[in-house]
């Protein structure tokens, strides 16, 4: 994944999260983030869909719960 | 636009004029939110959105709709046929008949909606049917339902099925700023009123030809020749008129010449499918504004269809609310046309009430009276025709068109008196003048429109012009050019007769009021002084 591409996936996650600008999401999991909830989560799904042009399926979908897990979806990686 | 760049937009918008609406949906709508905001921020409103809760359309759609609130709906095939939703699976099996009646019944209850916004997202079915040609006709019959209500159709793609299963959400996120940008632009486009009125002229829209001047024989309005697109026009009106549009007729002419044609059967349209034939020489406008007041409807609600620019203008001019469309003069333009119309007066429902319209607005009228009533001041219109008005001498060479618009012209005539080729001739050998003159603007060449006889001893004793020019001071301007002139016309030998009503108008004003049949003496000085300002609408030249 490139730096800008990371970036904005960055960026993506702290908006749908409504995470302040400067926090570090790099290591942010679902069940340690309050705002990560069920809509949040379908925000988040659509967010990456339309900023990646991809289309996720439901199975991903259900095991995209952290931001290492979408980071490396995204790379085309395993999921866990 | 993707999530980024609609982040951006919100963050950045400084406000601006709000955009209230509600966004319905049978899925989950709050994923939309960000996108909607943006959308509307893109066109510098702020939207301020409503959705329903999840799955709650069906419910929302039996409710009264709101006339102040805004309804965007967001439909897709199960809203039409519940059975056909990925989210509860492949039903076990269907009965057609069932799935279209229901179909039927949410199509009816959203024509019962006629302010709402509707937006077909044509999602692919799960296979519903043993055979699958049942399914895609199936699929068919409802996007046709939804396009028949008006909806805007969206692309298919824009299904996410995962997204959907998921969370309910039926637009993927590769769509759903596109989707939600047409959601604004149905929200924030000006709701047109439908019109209730429409007001025809009747020669040469209704039918083709001109009743006074060539009869009800020589009108066509029948599906053949001349008057086929009259009556593809006609049919139009039938079909407005039975769906509650109340029409009404304004024409330049005398009342019982206008209602012949109705009389005769052979139009598809009857008298008593108008409101109202108004048939007089007063401005239209004036006549419609006159209507309107009696009917106590809005001049907004009123359409104007005429073929004749003049008049087009003029009602536009004084009544601005009044929408004027103008009837075409070449079949190329009719279906436009006609589409048009049509646009005017949309109907999701047809009511009895609605059948019953036109009826009940003529008991309401008990006869419309012709005042003494002014139209509009044509003549910053006029300046604009840029007409050049051409006087011939056509007492020597080739007289024909001059002799027969003396011979075919009913309204603007001022005596009726016919005459032969032999008795114009004796006329011109002692000494008489026989005038035309030629119209152009800028639209093009309207012919030789007007002819004047005119006697050794300088009377006039026939003067007409075509009605194809009226209203544009054509005749003011030529007997004031006729008045400046050396040997100018002493006066006119006047004769009422049952069409020249307009001619007598014009005499009235040129020569003062009338006493009787007879010379008619013209104070020509008078006459240059006070049309001066109509010979200033035209390039005036002599051939």
Not at chain 2, 321 to 350: K, M, N, Q, W, Y
Request: proline share 6%; hydrophobic share 45%; with cysteine.
């Amino acid at each position: 994944m490139t730096d800008a591409a990371e970036s904005r996936l960055q960026e993506i996650v702290r908006a749908t999260l409504e995470l302040p600008p400067d926090a570090d999401v790099t290591e942010a999991r679902q069940l340690g983030v309050e705002s990560w909830d069920s809509l949040a989560h379908v925000s988040l799904m659509l967010a990456i869909e339309g900023e990646f042009g991809v289309s996720i399926d439901l199975a991903d979908q259900i095991q995209l719960t952290s931001y290492a897990a979408i980071r490396r979806y995204l790379q085309g990686g395993a999921l866990p | 636009m993707n999530f980024l760049e609609a982040q951006r937009l919100v963050s950045t918008f400084q406000g601006g004029e709000p955009l209230a609406f509600l966004f319905a949906l049978s899925g989950t709508a709050e994923p939309f939110a960000l996108y909607v905001r943006a959308a509307a921020a893109r066109r510098g409103r702020a939207a301020d959105v409503r959705f329903l809760p999840f799955n709650t359309l069906a419910q929302a759609l039996r409710r009264d709709a709101d006339p102040t609130v805004t309804e965007v709906f967001l439909l897709m095939p199960w809203d039409f046929a519940p059975e056909a939703d990925w989210r509860s699976g492949v039903p076990e099996s269907v009965d057609q008949e069932t799935l279209e009646a229901r179909a039927a019944e949410t199509a009816s209850l959203l024509a019962r909606r006629a302010q709402a916004c509707l937006l077909y997202l044509p999602a692919p079915l799960p296979p519903l049917f043993p055979d699958p040609s049942r399914g895609a006709a199936f699929a068919r019959s409802l996007e046709s339902l939804a396009l028949g209500l008006g909806a805007r159709l969206l692309p298919a793609d824009a299904f996410a099925l995962g997204g959907y299963l998921s969370s309910g959400c039926p637009v993927g996120g590769t769509w759903i700023g596109r989707v939600a940008e047409a959601v604004v632009d149905a929200a924030a486009a000006p709701r047109a009123e439908p019109k209730k009125v429409l007001v025809t002229d009747l020669d040469n829209v209704l039918w083709s030809g001109l009743i006074a001047e060539e009869g009800p024989e020589g009108i066509a309005g029948e599906p053949s020749g001349r008057g086929y697109r009259h009556f593809v026009y006609q049919s139009l009106l039938r079909r407005l008129r039975r769906e509650g549009t109340v029409l009404a007729a304004v024409s330049r002419n005398d009342p019982d010449v206008v209602v012949a044609p109705f009389r005769s059967g052979r139009l598809l349209l009857r008298e008593d499918d108008f409101v109202a034939i108004i048939a007089s020489y007063h401005a239209k406008s004036a006549q419609i504004g006159e209507l309107a007041q009696r009917l106590n409807l809005s001049l907004d609600s009123f359409v104007f269809v005429d073929d004749n620019p003049v008049e087009v203008a003029e009602v536009s001019l004084a009544l601005p609310g009044v929408r004027c469309v103008t009837f075409p003069h070449h079949d190329d333009e009719l279906v436009a046309f006609l589409d048009e119309l049509a646009s005017l007066f949309p109907h999701r429902v047809i009511t009895a009430e609605d059948r019953e319209r036109t009826d009940m607005y003529r008991r309401r009228l008990d006869g419309m009276i012709a005042n003494d009533l002014q139209g509009a001041d044509l003549t910053r219109f006029l300046q604009d025709l840029k007409m050049t008005l051409t006087i011939h001498d056509r007492s020597r060479g080739d007289r024909t068109r001059a002799v027969q618009l003396i011979n075919k012209t009913n309204q603007f005539n001022l005596n009726g008196r016919r005459v032969t080729d032999e008795e114009v001739c004796a006329i011109l050998d002692g000494g008489g003048r026989l005038l035309s003159a030629t119209l152009a603007d800028r639209t093009g060449s309207h012919g030789e429109v007007l002819a004047c006889l005119v006697t050794a001893d300088n009377t006039i004793t026939s003067f007409v012009m075509s009605c194809r020019v009226f209203q544009r001071r054509v005749e003011y301007a030529f007997v004031s050019w006729l008045a400046a002139q050396p040997n100018p016309p002493a006066g006119l030998e006047w004769a009422s007769t049952p069409r020249n009503t307009p001619f007598q108008q014009f005499l009235h004003e040129v020569a003062g009021p009338l006493n009787g049949a007879g010379f008619v003496p013209l104070d020509v000085t008078s006459v240059v002084d006070r049309h001066a300002r109509d010979v200033g609408l035209f390039a005036l030249r002599q051939a």
